[in-house]
């Protein structure tokens, strides 16, 4: 493991926009790991995945960034489980799943990010989340302690969980009875269909913006097109025309540009429809007032 400076994260995130890090770091077993957080004894850092779920401000972020790989990626299928590091991807457990009749795991398909991506905000549907699948995980701690963590401690609920935040998560167990193969693969194969059929792929994102407020106001996209933002365009960015719950970035989009976008809806839909909507997405590097304008924590 080395300390790399003044790192570009757009790069690293599916949005492709924001600024550097003064340190970052590929993080390649348990033990680099815990050199790395000794190392920065306590003060704060960041976790990066895949980037599926961030944006990151132009100005970049104040602290290091820490990225899991090696030893982290492992991916294993045993008998009625699998086990896979915080830095393997979703696609591959999904795709694990899916070749070895594993029951279950349709609601991830073609679901971006890093299994401890997934874990961190709960990730899955409406219906279902990860921690329903998950028998333990594993966070190390930053004094460098490992800690068990079950769906019971995990508190998960609706795209978070409330493991502290500076706890890194490591790897999960999670459930995959054998079923029935040729049912799970149409399963699957259906599951991603209809997503690539109504969601975004063609251009960089991070999929669903705002969290479904639920009975009476149905999905998020709903109110999206109800206060008459679909297309809405600012800079680079739009609220795609396909899918009102997906900001792209045109080509050329900025930070600034999708949290204009976001800022906009959030307004909009308190003015006329009386919600709050409240973020999916994280905002990495803004300004306490600017993460208000769009319900997120600073």
Request: glycine letters at 12%.
């Amino acid at each position: 493991m080395r300390w790399e400076a003044d790192v570009a994260l757009a790069a690293h995130t599916r949005y492709q926009v924001g600024g550097p890090t003064p340190r970052f770091a590929r993080i390649g077993s348990r033990e680099e790991l815990r050199s790395a957080l000794l190392t920065l004894n306590g003060a704060p850092f960041r976790t990066l995945g895949w980037g599926a779920n961030i944006v990151v401000a132009d100005e970049g972020v104040a602290e290091p960034v820490l990225v899991l790989k090696g030893d982290f990626e492992h991916l294993s299928v045993g008998p009625g489980s699998l086990r896979a590091g915080a830095g393997a991807s979703i696609p591959a457990l999904v795709g694990a799943a899916r070749r070895g009749g594993r029951d279950g795991w349709a609601f991830l398909e073609a679901v971006p990010g890093t299994i401890g991506g997934a874990l961190r905000m709960n990730a899955g549907s409406a219906e279902i989340g990860i921690w329903d699948m998950t028998e333990w995980a594993e966070a190390m701690t930053p004094a460098g302690e490992v800690v068990r963590i079950t769906p019971d401690d995990a508190r998960a609920t609706y795209r978070a969980t409330e493991v502290p935040q500076e706890w890194v998560f490591l790897e999960g167990n999670f459930e995959a009875a054998p079923g029935d193969a040729v049912a799970i693969q149409q399963e699957h194969l259906d599951r991603r269909r209809s997503k690539v059929e109504n969601q975004v792929y063609d251009l960089p994102s991070c999929g669903s913006t705002w969290k479904n407020p639920g009975p009476p106001h149905g999905s998020a996209w709903q109110v999206v097109e109800r206060v008459g933002m679909r297309g809405e365009r600012h800079g680079g960015a739009q609220i795609a025309e396909k899918h009102a719950n997906f900001i792209v970035n045109l080509g050329d989009a900025r930070a600034e540009d999708i949290v204009w976008l976001m800022a906009a809806t959030r307004q909009r839909a308190h003015e006329e429809l009386g919600i709050w909507l409240e973020p999916e997405i994280q905002l990495w590097g803004f300004s306490a007032e600017r993460c208000r304008s769009v319900g997120a924590a600073a």
